[in-house]
């Protein structure tokens, strides 16, 4: 009973230690998980998309043809140009969802960056002096937390003028404390760790200890964070467009797409469904590659990603028989 017991264990061991020797790197751990792979790759389609595509296809967003209005999809008659049909203006909708994805893409990844700095250097600083300083910084994220974002950005871009800056700035500033409580949570534990009291004890600076110890060993946690929190923001953005206080026309954006083609649901049906895709698509992938992120980026559970199908397979096989 007690060597059954002891396979399961023996296995993990031998896995953990064929991917310490192994040092796999990211890439090849990726290829390992289909679905992040499949995720990663939709990803950067969607990201080619938004770098190349409004110079090919910009154009073609912004030409009206009363003779195609309402075209359906997929209807190879009306040309490569209108494969996703055209909306109630007889503009293409192929056109306008590429020309809108950098436009999304322009709003949600500077807002993640803008938190993402602002938030992890600030609670890391936090984290790592303690006292007074952690107290100060703690109440702040508190207040601006004690707002719901969606809500604070719908009242300042009411107030102020409804423009891609003012949308960065204020979901930027509405996502802060995440990533501030987040750093300050792992600089907190961290400053108690051996290598840093070694760092401190041969007379470090704390801004060096900051930048050479604490900082790597936090990033990966917050770049994990970020690519959920790219879901939020981008799907904040899609909701303040589709209220008509987000992204203004002529600019052109997937919550605005939806908001423009609700009202022909009925009798076009693609206008708000297709961006609507592009929306759930961009999300589901990127909480996929964040799942597996975390994973791929702990120590302790990397090895995981490096056992082969017979290796998996052989080691559920003896944790049933263990069972």
């Given amino acids: 009973m007690t060597q059954i017991q002891d396979k399961p264990l023996a296995a993990g061991r031998k896995a953990k230690t064929a991917g310490r020797l192994g040092r796999p790197s990211m890439f090849s751990m990726l290829l390992r998980d289909k679905f992040a792979t499949v995720a990663a790759a939709l990803l950067g389609v969607v990201i080619l998309i938004a770098i190349f595509g409004p110079a090919l296809m910009g154009e073609l967003a912004t030409k009206q043809n009363l003779m195609f209005m309402n075209k359906p999809p997929f209807d190879p008659a009306n040309g490569w140009a209108y494969v996703l049909g055209s909306d109630s203006l007889g503009r ?173 649901l009925q009798t076009a049906w693609w206008l708000s469904i297709l961006p609507g895709l592009a929306i759930v698509i961009t999300a589901v992938a990127a909480n996929v590659l964040a799942a597996w992120m975390r994973i791929a980026t702990d120590p302790a559970q990397r090895w995981r990603l490096t056992l082969d199908k017979q290796t998996k397979k052989s080691l559920t096989a003896v944790i049933k028989d263990a069972k």
């Fill in 92 to 264: 293409s909708m192929l056109a306008r969802l590429v020309v809108a994805t950098q436009t999304t893409l322009l709003v949600a990844v500077p807002a993640v960056l803008v938190a993402l700095i602002i938030g992890s250097l600030w609670g890391v600083w936090a984290g790592y002096h303690r006292g007074r300083r952690e107290n100060i910084s703690m109440r702040i994220a508190d207040i601006i937390m004690s707002f719901p974002s969606l809500l604070l950005a719908v009242v300042v871009l009411f107030v102020f003028s409804p423009s891609a800056a003012n949308i960065v700035l204020i979901l930027a500033i509405t996502r802060i404390p995440i990533y501030m409580r987040t750093a300050r949570a792992e600089s907190a534990e961290l400053q108690s760790r051996t290598f840093v009291d070694a760092a401190r004890t041969f007379g470090t600076k704390p801004n060096s200890i900051i930048l050479r110890h604490v900082i790597p060993v936090v990033t990966p946690t917050l770049l994990t964070l970020a690519t959920l929190e790219f879901c939020f923001v981008m799907l904040a953005e899609s909701s303040l467009s589709f209220l008509g206080i987000g992204i203004q026309p002529p600019d052109v954006s997937w919550g605005l797409m939806v908001a423009q083609g609700r009202q022909y």
